[in-house]
């Protein structure tokens, strides 16, 4: 039976970053399986592709400033293209409520040593994005190393480094059960045969769930559908504008080709594996943008073009990261609940330090364990899009 020091189930953005820390760490016997026949299947290629330090949580904030130097030095280091373009988050307030949020994060952000983010009043705002309808707006806030990258190109890159030294992906392979003797993990059962282990790293976003109960771990991740509609090539909004978050309805939009890309979150989208692009939310994703950025009126959409993809949600917002004390040998990489491309740095450097190491100086991983669940210390993360 083939054996490997590391398994890692996933082979998206997480599971690519963790194979390459692991490189970086030492640990180069390592075997990625993929049940797609390519990777990026999943939720990876059809992402926003959103990076941002501007979260209200400490450890969200400190695993975005590792992340975002992380991409902007992604092409040097990696001899391949992240696209990260940072043009900027910029939050737009209309209530005296989302400035006083906004404040709360801002102290945060600054505690935790993020330098770029500015508070801004309504003239700020409309310097930025003079497109927008103005009348309401009394402020906001702009961070200006926030912005976006490739997720495809990103992942890609990881897993092409790792593979370099010595990694080995296996696609077209599904993991059908998990092996477990006294000790703990000893191995995965697969549709290509069996693979012998005692660590393994559950990477397999939205469908984290059903491959933790393999092992008999109850992980609570759950699917949910988000949609993306992007526009014809339009010129109305400048094609260097930051992405632009509407406080009010949660609409947000950032140029995307020689387009935009839309964005909204609706509040009626159950749980559940959807991935068809359901048309009606063109109406409501429009709706909501031409009443903040009126110019969209005269912008073209083809629904063929637009897209459906999943987030893996937890109860707090936060991803599971770490080690699960009940089953040695088992790691969970999951539930980013959005967060999983720009967080794909930080979330290879936290697992392969706990797996190499039994440890990581980077964030305070105890706030990030599986056991939070059950002892109910879950984090609260409200900026989400």
């Known amino acids: 039976m083939k054996s490997a020091d590391v398994i890692i189930i996933g082979a998206g953005i997480v599971g690519s970053s963790i194979a390459y820390h692991l490189t970086e760490a030492g640990c180069t016997n390592v075997l990625v399986l993929e049940r797609e026949t390519s990777q990026g299947k999943g939720s990876t290629g059809k992402s926003m592709g959103g990076v941002r330090a501007q979260f209200a949580t400490p450890v969200n904030i400190r695993m975005s400033m590792f992340s975002i130097p992380f991409f902007a030095a992604f092409d040097e280091v990696m001899g391949h293209p992240a696209g990260y373009r940072p043009q900027g988050y910029l939050f737009v307030a209309t209530k005296p409520a989302h400035m006083d949020y906004l404040r709360t994060n801002y102290a945060a952000q600054i505690a935790a040593g993020l330098q770029d983010v500015h508070l801004l009043d309504a003239a700020g705002v409309s310097r930025l994005a003079p497109e927008l309808r103005s009348d309401d707006i009394i402020g906001g806030s702009f961070c200006a190393t926030d912005g976006f990258v490739d997720p495809y190109s990103v992942m890609t890159g990881f897993m092409l480094k790792a593979i370099e030294r010595g990694v080995e992906l296996v696609r077209d392979t599904e993991v059908t059960?998990?092996?477990?003797?006294?000790?703990?993990?000893?191995?995965?059962?697969?549709?290509?045969?069996?693979?012998?282990?005692?660590?393994?790293?559950?990477?397999?976003?939205?469908?984290?769930?059903?491959?933790?109960?393999?092992?008999?771990?109850?992980?609570?991740?759950?699917?949910?559908?988000?949609?993306?509609?992007?526009?014809?090539?339009?010129?109305?909004?400048?094609?260097?504008?930051?992405?632009?978050?509407?406080?009010?309805?949660?609409?947000?939009?950032?140029?995307?080709?020689?387009?935009?890309?839309?964005?909204?979150?609706?509040?009626?989208?159950?749980?559940?594996?959807?991935?068809?692009?359901?048309?009606?939310?063109?109406?409501?994703?429009?709706?909501?943008?031409?009443?903040?950025?009126?110019?969209?009126?005269?912008?073209?959409?083809?629904?063929?073009?637009?897209?459906?993809g999943l987030y893996e949600m937890t109860p707090d917002h936060h991803p599971v990261l770490g080690p699960v004390a009940s089953l040695p040998g088992f790691f969970v990489a999951n539930g980013f609940s959005g967060h999983g491309v720009m967080h794909s740095p930080a979330t290879g450097r936290i697992l392969a330090d706990l797996i190499v190491h039994g440890h990581c100086d980077l964030v305070d991983t105890s706030l990030l364990g599986f056991d939070r669940f059950a002892s109910g210390r879950l984090l609260h993360e409200t900026a989400v899009l």
């Open 177 to 308: 059960g998990i092996q477990i003797d006294a000790r703990g993990i000893c191995g995965v059962e697969t549709s290509r045969g069996a693979f012998a282990t005692r660590t393994l790293v559950n990477a397999t976003g939205a469908w984290a769930g059903g491959v933790a109960r393999l092992a008999g771990v109850d992980l609570p991740v759950e699917p949910l559908r988000r949609m993306l509609v992007p526009t014809e090539p339009f010129d109305g909004v400048s094609h260097e504008s930051p992405m632009v978050v509407d406080m009010n309805t949660g609409f947000h939009y950032r140029p995307e080709g020689r387009g935009l890309l839309l964005a909204w979150n609706d509040p009626q989208e159950t749980p559940g594996f959807k991935l068809n692009f359901d048309r009606a939310f063109i109406e409501k994703v429009l709706t909501r943008g031409v009443d903040r950025l009126p110019c969209l009126e005269e912008a073209e959409v083809n629904p063929k073009r637009a897209w459906a």
